[in-house]
């Protein structure tokens, strides 16, 4: 079962590279889901996980490269946004890898709910700009 479904009109920010990344994230994030909820070897919980790290990562600074080349002025914010997000997710990683975490529904609920507010609020605000 799907945690969180990509469709144009809650997710699409009419930016080509972006919707496409975002599409990965939201895959990635519901196979982890999937796997941590359905009693997957830890092995295959933690290479999903590293997974979906280093697809988010690549976005986050894909998304900053481009913002940059064009001067987008939200862009100070839009980073610190991302740096939570990734401190949060590198803390959970080092965690799960030392045995003293595990990544459960919560997890993925979090990792759910921050996308439905950062996509919408801060992703939509860059569309006119790179498409400029």
């Known amino acids: 079962m799907s945690l969180i479904t990509w469709t144009q009109e809650q997710f699409g920010t009419n930016v080509g590279f972006a919707d496409n990344e975002h599409k990965?994230?939201?895959a990635s994030l519901n196979k982890?889901?999937?796997?941590?909820?359905g009693g997957a070897d830890r092995s295959e919980i933690g290479a999903e996980l590293d997974n979906l790290?280093?697809?988010v990562v690549e976005h986050f600074a894909?998304?900053?490269r481009e913002m940059e080349a064009k001067g987008f002025g939200?862009?100070?914010a839009h980073k610190a946004e991302h740096d939570a997000l990734v401190s949060t997710?590198?803390?959970?990683?080092?965690k799960f890898k030392a045995g003293q975490a595990d990544?459960?529904?919560e997890t993925?609920?979090?990792v759910k709910s921050w996308l439905e507010n950062h996509i919408p609020t801060f992703d939509f605000a860059y569309s006119d700009a790179l498409n400029s």
Request: glycine letters at 6%.
């Open 103 to 105: 990544v459960t529904e």
């Open 32 to 37: 982890l889901y999937d796997l941590a909820t």
């Open 108 to 110: 993925g609920a979090m």
């Open 62 to 64: 894909h998304e900053e």
């Open 89 to 94: 997710c590198a803390d959970l990683q080092a």
């Open 53 to 55: 790290i280093n697809i």
């Open 24 to 26: 990965d994230i939201f």
């Open 74 to 76: 939200g862009l100070a």
